[in-house]
Each structure stands twice: as C-alpha cells, then as structure tokens.
RNA sequence: GCCGAAGUGGCGGAAUGGCAGACGCGGUGGUCUCAAAAACCACUGGGAUAACACCCGUGUGGGUUCGACUCCCACCUUCGGCACCA
C-alpha cells in the first residue's frame, strides 16, 4: 500500500482526468470485428434542443450503465449516440431571433455533446450521426423514392390535420387527445384539405400485429394493438331504390343483418349529394355544413352517446336479406376516416345505433337472443353480446359466431359482399409545410407528371438564403428560385414538391446508420448490418409508443422487403424508462420553477453521484419525483467507498475473520450481478452501499493486511465500474490495477462461498414469529424440527397444547401448528 | 365508458408464497470541536412497557393456504392510454 495519503475524493478532478484519458486512449472505440459475442444497445437520440436536461441523464447513465455490464461480462458493445437535428424548434428560433436553423442546431450539437460527454458514458463520437447533415438525409430520400418505386410512398388529396401553431399537417399519430391536439405544442388541430405525401403503413398492418419476436413491455404491445385496431367483419353492398348507385358499409356483425332498419352515412360521404331528394336538400345542406363547422372548430366533442344528431337525405337502400327499403340518414356519428364512411344500422344491437333510433322513432328490430324460444323478448335497451340468430331467415338457431360465417358464405355467394378487414390505422401522412427537414426528392412535370429525382442528384439540400415566415406555406415554395428545376425525365421546365419530411422518418432507420455514418454506397455498410443488426436491447421513453416504435418497425419491414436487413424486427428488447418529475411531484417545467440543473448537480457532486442517485431513486421503469436532499446519500456512499479504499486506519489490530469477508465479498458480487442485469439499478446499488458499509467497518480490523481485503476492494471497483465510471477507474488505479477497470472481466461469483456456517431459523408458532434457532444451513428437518421444539420459547408457546402439523422450509422457517 | 399499471413508515423505496420496511433521505440523542460544518456512533412503523413479553400493521372487504405485500374475487383511489372505429 502507499504511503500517500488521500483524505478528500474530489470529483470534479477526478472525473475531468479521466475523460481526457480515456478519449486519449480509446477505451470506448468501436470495434466492428472486435472479440465477443455482438451487442447493440441503443438509447433513443436527442433533439438538440441546446440543454441537455435531467431526463436525458435519466434515460442515458443507466442505459450507460448496462452496456458497460454487457462489455464487462465479454460483449462486443456497440452503444453510438447521435442528434436528431431537423424539427420545428430550430425553425421557431430562426423566425424569432433571425438565426440560421442550421446555425442554431449546429451549435446546440457542439455544446450538447460536451455535456453528454460529463455524463460518462462510452460513446465514441466517431460513430455519431447528425440527421441535418445531407450525407444522412440523403438517403431519407433515397429510401423515398425505393417506397415511391415500389408504391408504399403515395401523393392523395384528402383532409388532413393541420396544426396552426406549427403551421404545418400532421400525422394521425401526432393528433393526441379528447380535443386532437398537436403532440408537439398542444395546439387543438383543424382539418384542410391537401394534396399530401403518405407512407403505406397500412400495407404492413397485419404484420405490425405480430409481437411474437419482440420481448417489449406489455403496455407498448397493447397501445400498438389498440392503435392498428384490426376488426374482422364483412364488407355488404346495398342497393339504392331507384338508383343505380349501390352503398358498402363495413359491420362486424353481419348475423344482424336482419336487423339492419336504417343507413347512415357519414356527412361527408361522397354519395350524399347524389342521393339526396330534392324535398330533403335544404335540410341535408343544412346539416352537412353544420358538421363541417363542428368538425373543424372542435371535432366530435365525445359527450358519450348523447344528443345524436342526423337527418334522412330521402332515398332508401335495399336489404340484401329481406329486400326491405331502408331510410338512408346522414350522422356525424359516422365517420367517413373509417371503414366505407356508412354503415348499417342496427339498432336492436348496437348501443349507438339504439340511441339514433329512439331519438328518431325508427324501427328497432331484435335478432339476435340469448335462446330461440326469447324471438320476441322485447328490446329495452341495445343488446350487443353475442347469442343466438332469431327473425333472420335462413341463420335462426345460429350461435353469433357460425351465423356471421353462415351470412359470410351467403354474401359471397350472392356476389354482394365478402370478409372483409378494417384497421383503425391510417396511413403515414409525411409531408411538412416546413423548412428543416429533409426535402422531398419529387418533381412535377406537366409533361411527365411525379417524377423522383434520379440518384445522382441526391441529395437535394435546402437553400440557406430562405425567408422564415410563419405563413402556412413551406419557405422553400416562397424561395424565389429553388423550387423551379427541370424534368428528370423530359429535361423540360418542372417544379420541386417544396413540403419536408415528417422528423420522424430520420429516426426511423438511425440505428442501421450508426454502424456507419459515413457510407456512400447504400443507407448503411450490409456487412456491418448483417453482424450487427438488429439492436438488442432499446432504451428510451414510452411517449413514442404509437408514433416512433410504430413507425421504426415500419420502417425496417420495408427495409427487411428491399433485402436491405434480414430480421422482421428493428430492437429485439425494449426497456422504457419512467418520467424523473420535479420534487413537487409534477413534470418539470420552467414556469413551475421545479427545473433540476444537471449540469450544476455534477459540478457539485460529480456526475458518479447525479448518475448513481438517479438509478437509486427507485425502479428505472417507474421514474419518480427529485429529491435535491436525496442525492446525498449517493455522493455519501461514493465518497464512503474512496475512504474505505484508500484511508490508512489507525490501527489494524481488532481480530476479523477473512473467510466472513470473503463471503460478503461474493453475496455482493452475486446481488450486484442481478440487480444491473434486470435493469433493477436501484437494488444493486443498496447491496453496494452495504458492501460499503461493512468494509468501512472491517478496515479497522486484521482482514485489511489479507488477500480477503484486496479481493474485497478490487470487486468493488470492478462492480462500480458501469455505475459509477470515474471513481470505479480512480478506485481502480489507486489499488494499483494495471489498464483501465472499464477493460476488465466482470467478476464473478463462487457459489460455495454464498453459503453460511450457521444459519438464524426463524420459528413460527401458528404463523407468527416466536423464536429463532441456530441451524446449519443443510441440516435436515429432523434435526431443525427437534432443534425448534427444544427451544425455550417455542416450548411455553407449545406447553400443554397438541402438535397437529410442522411445516420445515430449508433455509427459511419453521412452523409449528398447534392446538 | 373501455383497456392497462399502481396503492407498503414522515419521504424515495426493498421483499413476488416463508423473519414486512433492506438501502437511502429526513428526524432524535450522542462523540469530536471554542463553535459550526463534515465525519462517526446509537435509535427511528404504531400501540403498550422501566425494559421485555405482547398486540396491531402493506388502500378496503372477503377468500385460498400451516403461512399472503405477494395468489383469487369484489370494491375504493391514483396515474397512464383509448374514446361514437360500425
């Protein structure tokens, strides 16, 4: 041991020696074809916002913590880290302070990654991407044109979300809420009719139903479940009386097609104007315009099924079955976005449809009941459960589910419907009114029509001399020249498509990117992709349940069918952590002033502390409240662990047992060990503290001059290394290790050592705890029995009473059964 | 309304059928100090007691079990997600 002594750990030192070293050497390169089995942690990248804040800390130190356990245990960890630089903030600055978005964010990037740089995490920046730069970009519009090609990139006209705040359309995804708010700003959406560019998401519907290669939580899978929203059905055509036209609705029951009394269509159905009677027309007018204004001020304002309103356009359908005319009504309750934009009403069964129907005194009609003796059972209320079929013809008797089968068959043969699927799922609306994004590689000819640009003229960048006003329209259309090009095809006079993409295609495919960020063949190196794809374990928020996660499988499917990658899914395993909220219990925010300063907590107490605490605070999947009191139990901890190490005691002199040691030595190793490898932090880092706690006590005894001592003080550097990585490397260099702690094999644990001599029994007498005997850990139930019944207390609790039953669990309890 | 998750000391949490409250924060008392800070030591769920014994205790009410924070049923509360999806 040295003579030198060191009485204050100083993290601040400490921590900036160490960054420099370990840039300085490499630690943390990636190597493609390094030793080990391949292991590919990703945490979802940051927007550049300019401040890196706690919750980046919060996803990225224990996301940190368990790639340096993998690389530790003899992975080959590949954990990169990039910027996700386009989006509307840097566009926002640039209207409000005159400032280059492309400035703006490549200067928030410069001072962010020195800030990721102090959280300690192996990154090498070598790897980093940047979606703003065009040698990335260049291949969003690469795969565009691949999805244009192939039809899975499409333009239509139809009605969209708009968000006035962010002036631009929205995905469907991005429309959150009872009142369909911007998911970025919270604006309540309106609706405009545009010529948009879409992704054909639905195509993969079925297949992103398919979890069964993903080990993702529970609560993802349902969200994604629900949002794809497949139901199974039929699609029935009915004819109109004294039309030609006919009307398909979607019904997923259509068993109760004899019950159908009346249509509804959605307001904005394309056949209402045809069909209307000229007696109804002012009143359908009336109601159609009365729906529009409602649905683009506040949308359907959900006041659970009351007050549902409608009007008869005057024509009737034919149905199939009974050959009844029909009334046709318009409703909002009926949504053109799905299905047909129509439907069959069905009162008798149908909670919504009831509701018209008593409103409007139309026929309700029961068909189907809980026997076939309850035909005429009258209907009080609507009755959805499934039963069996009556008043309907040829399926009475039927069982709901044979009866939908049964009428299935019939349609098709009558050549008037047919199974039929609907997903709830739109498909991707990609198109940005916006500047800072990646444009769209897309030329209109009047001679040659959408024309994609030819590959060598990718990538189309933006134009830097461009006027940011927030006018609804994308700058690039107000830019007086770049818009105006010629024709791939033609070489005649032909204009750019001037909307960007959604920000949500860059981070759709990033992590194939990573592997090599400066590739100019294809998107990404298919070498590198073959080992290293797909990722293994994905860290990050679950907020991107339903737009991100959604869209990245998406995404890799379409890559997957271009041969690009082989696996059918993009991350394998994905851990979401929780929201780290303010001490007040309530999401950080500036106006609430309860904003943590990580950067000022790790000049305080290091960022081992800020790191550590945040992964003791509790469940990594829970997050919680900050408690600015609380983080000193960490930094006490670390600071504990330094002095155990290095502070030479007084005296060496009381008598300890090494072998003791050596066991709690292995018992942590083993807790530890468990704790990281179930991304349960917070537990191995309490098998730490009281690691600690027990070697600040046996310093000052005869085990510190053994070899118990030092196996017991390099363990500990080598358990702390991915939690906390400075002081672990510092620990590590004191003991006089050679290379960097970070290098080294996680140790490992000797089961024979986890065992005790003796072990403390509690005795149970009817469930509740009496007495505790000595035993030796493997004595049999005889000798544990006959040790409990002869304990003093256990035998005033049985004194004069009858044993009815004794209850030995090895290692655990005794229980005594009395009477 | 539907779906999902969660309710444990003053606080964050631990224990997933076997000693409830590990670990930490906070608190109380003490050591050191001229004093303070830091550090260290002891105690810290409630009742009761001089102290023990003992009794109660994991949202509420039932149940299963030798034994329930843990499993089952019903309910309450909180937080998320979806919400006229035919």
């Not at 300019?50 to 224990?62: C, D, Q, T, V």
């Not at 269509?265 to 409602?294: F, G, M, N, W």
Request: hydrophobic letters at 40%; glycine letters at 6%.
């Amino acid at each position: 041991m040295s003579s030198k002594r060191y009485d204050r750990y100083d993290a601040a030192e400490v921590e900036a020696k160490w960054r420099e070293r370990w840039e300085a050497s490499g630690i943390y390169r990636f190597q493609p074809n390094g030793p080990g089995p391949k292991h590919y942690a990703l945490t979802m990248l940051p927007y550049p916002s300019g401040n890196l804040h706690i919750g980046h800390w919060y996803a990225m130190g224990p996301s940190d913590t368990h790639a340096r356990y993998m690389r530790m245990r003899g992975y080959n960890v590949f954990f990169p880290m990039g910027f996700d630089a386009f989006g509307l903030p840097a566009e926002n600055a640039a209207i409000k302070n005159n400032l280059d978005p492309r400035h703006w964010t490549y200067s928030n990037i410069d001072y962010m990654r020195n800030q990721l740089r102090t959280i300690g995490m192996m990154i090498d920046w070598d790897q980093q991407i940047i979606s703003a730069d065009p040698e990335y970009f260049r291949w969003n519009q690469w795969f565009f044109i691949e999805m244009f090609k192939r039809g899975l990139a499409y333009k239509k006209f139809s009605a969209v979300d708009w968000c006035p705040n962010c002036n631009t359309t929205l995905a469907r995804e991005q429309v959150v809420g009872e009142d369909r708010h911007c998911e970025r700003c919270g604006t309540p959406v309106t609706r405009r009719d545009l010529d948009q560019w879409f992704f054909k998401i639905t195509d993969y519907a079925d297949e992103l139903l398919d979890f069964s290669q993903l080990d993702w939580p529970e609560r993802i899978v349902t969200m994604q479940t629900n949002w794809i929203g497949r139901s199974e059905g039929a699609s029935v055509t009915f004819k109109v009386a004294d039309h030609d036209d006919t009307i398909t609705v979607f019904t997923t029951r259509p068993d109760t097609l004899w019950g159908a009394t009346f249509m509804v269509l959605a307001p904005e159905h394309p056949l209402v104007a045809q069909l209307t009677t000229p007696e109804q027309r002012a009143t359908v007018d009336a109601y159609v315009a009365e729906a529009t204004r409602k649905t683009e001020i506040e949308r359907q304002s959900t006041e659970e099924g009351k007050a549902k309103t409608g009007v008869p356009i005057g024509a009737y359908a034919i149905n199939p079955v009974n050959n009844a005319r029909i009334p046709i009504w318009i409703a909002d309750y009926v949504l053109v976005t799905y299905g047909t934009g129509a439907i069959m009403a069905v009162p008798g069964h149908d909670e919504r449809d009831f509701a018209f129907a008593s409103t409007y005194a139309l026929p309700i009609v029961r068909v189907v009941a809980e026997a076939e003796a309850d035909a005429a059972a009258p209907l009080t209320e609507a009755e959805p459960a499934a039963g069996v079929a009556v008043n309907s013809d040829f399926i009475n008797g039927l069982p709901t589910a044979a009866a939908k089968q049964r009428v299935i068959e019939w349609l098709e043969q009558q050549g008037i419907g047919e199974r039929a699927v609907n997903y709830r799922l739109r498909d991707w609306l990609i198109s940005r009114q916006r500047y800072w994004g990646t444009p769209i590689p897309m030329v209109y000819c009047a001679q040659c029509g959408t024309v994609p640009l030819p590959e060598d003229q990718l990538p189309l960048t933006l134009p830097s001399d461009v006027d940011f006003k927030p006018t609804g329209e994308s700058p690039l259309k107000l830019h007086p020249t770049w818009r105006f090009t010629t024709c791939p095809e033609c070489g005649g006079p032909a204009e750019r498509d001037t909307d960007t993409m959604d920000t949500f295609v860059d981070s759709s495919w990033y992590q194939c990117r990573y592997l090599s960020p400066h590739y100019d063949k294809g998107p990404f190196d298919p070498a590198l992709a073959q080992k290293w794809l797909p990722v293994d374990i994905y860290t990050g928020g679950a907020e991107h349940a339903v737009m991100h996660l959604l869209y990245t499988r998406f995404w890799w499917k379409v890559m997957r069918d271009l041969g690009l990658v082989q696996a059918d899914e993009p991350m394998q395993r994905l851990i979401n952590q929780g929201v780290i909220l303010g001490e007040d219990n309530n999401k950080m925010s500036k106006s609430k002033g309860n904003v943590v300063d990580p950067d000022m907590l790790a000049a305080r107490y290091g960022a081992d502390a800020v790191r550590t605490f945040l992964m003791f605070i509790g469940p990594w999947e829970q997050g919680g409240p900050w408690n600015s009191q609380g983080i000193e139990g960490p930094a006490r901890f670390l600071d504990r662990a330094w002095r155990a190490v290095v502070e030479i005691p007084s005296s060496t002199d009381a008598p300890a047992d090494p072998e003791a040691l050596r066991r709690t030595t292995h018992r942590t190793v083993k807790k530890v060990t468990e704790g990281i490898s179930r991304f349960s932090f917070n537990t191995a880092i309490a098998a730490l503290m009281e690691f600690v706690n027990d070697l600040m006590k046996l310093r000052e005894t005869s085990v510190r001059d053994t070899a118990a001592w030092v196996e017991a003080t390099t363990t500990l550097a080598l358990l702390l290394a991915p939690i906390a990585p400075y002081i672990a490397e510092e620990i590590w260099e004191v003991l006089g290790q050679d290379g960097s702690v970070h290098l080294q094999a996680w140790p490992e644990y000797d089961e024979a050592l986890l065992v005790e001599d003796e072990i403390e029994l509690p005795v149970q007498i009817n469930g509740k705890i009496r007495a505790k005997i000595m035993v030796a850990p493997d004595a049999d139930e005889a000798t544990v029995i006959a040790a409990a019944l002869a304990d003093e207390r256990v035998m005033e609790w049985t004194g004069g009473k009858t044993i009815v039953k004794q209850i030995v669990v090895p290692g655990r309890l005794v229980n005594i059964v009395v009477k």
